[in-house]
Every structure is written in structure tokens, then in C-alpha cells.
């Protein structure tokens, strides 16, 4: 069973920063592409980055040269570094892991953690 725990969120000014985990478990998590999406109340889900299992990273406009993805193959673990946080950066993050194999693609979730940018 794999598992995806996400870890980090919470409240913070205009301005701020934060740092969000995401712990794998029950998989060989350096295989597979790691993402991170956010939805905002009464918006669709949206990649905010994304981290290939070969170290590339692609990145919304909306978030560029303000967040930052990285992994740790190790730690089974993938993080994101949002600096310079904005009131419209609020949502509820999620991170993925994907990897298309030869008959089926896998597809897992977190649960999500909420971040607030709010003064």
C-alpha cells in the first residue's frame, strides 16, 4: 500500500515563507515523478511544481522564482521551499507520485495540508 503523508502547512503572513514534506512509504520512491498541486476554494486542482525522478523540476508561472522542489530519494521525501508568500498562494496543497509503467500508470495522493496567507 502506498502512502503519501504531507506535512508543513499552516498560517503565514503576506510575505512569509513555508516549508512543505511529503513522506513516501510502500514504494520505490525514486522511481516515480513527484508533484505538488493546490486547489483554492471553488478552483480546479493546479500543479504548482513538479520533480522528475532524475532531478528536473518544471514550475508554474504563477510560482516561479518564488518556490522551490526539491527531493530527497533517501528520505523517500519531497519537499517544497514557497518563499515570498502571497494571499493568493492559500489552498489546500497536495502532493503526488506518478509513474507510468508498461500496462498501467500509477497515481498516488496525500490527504493535503491547508496553507493560509493571510495578514
Known amino acids: 500500500q502506498v502512502q503519501l503523508v504531507e506535512s508543513g502547512g499552516g498560517l503565514v503572513q503576506p510575505g512569509g515563507s513555508l516549508r512543505l514534506s511529503c513522506a513516501a512509504s510502500g514504494t520505490i520512491f525514486s522511481i516515480y515523478a513527484m508533484g505538488w498541486y493546490r486547489q483554492a476554494p471553488g478552483k480546479q486542482r493546479e500543479l504548482v511544481a513538479g520533480?522528475?525522478?532524475?532531478?528536473?523540476?518544471n514550475y508554474a508561472d504563477s510560482v516561479k522564482g518564488r518556490f522551490t522542489i526539491s527531493r530527497d530519494n533517501a528520505k523517500k521525501t519531497v519537499y517544497m521551499q514557497m518563499n515570498s508568500l502571497k494571499p493568493e498562494d492559500t489552498g489546500v496543497y497536495y502532493c503526488n507520485g506518478n509513474l507510468v509503467g508498461t500496462t498501467r500508470t500509477y497515481d498516488y495522493w496525500g490527504q493535503g495540508t491547508q496553507v493560509t496567507v493571510s495578514s
Open positions: 520533480i522528475t525522478s532524475d532531478g528536473r523540476t
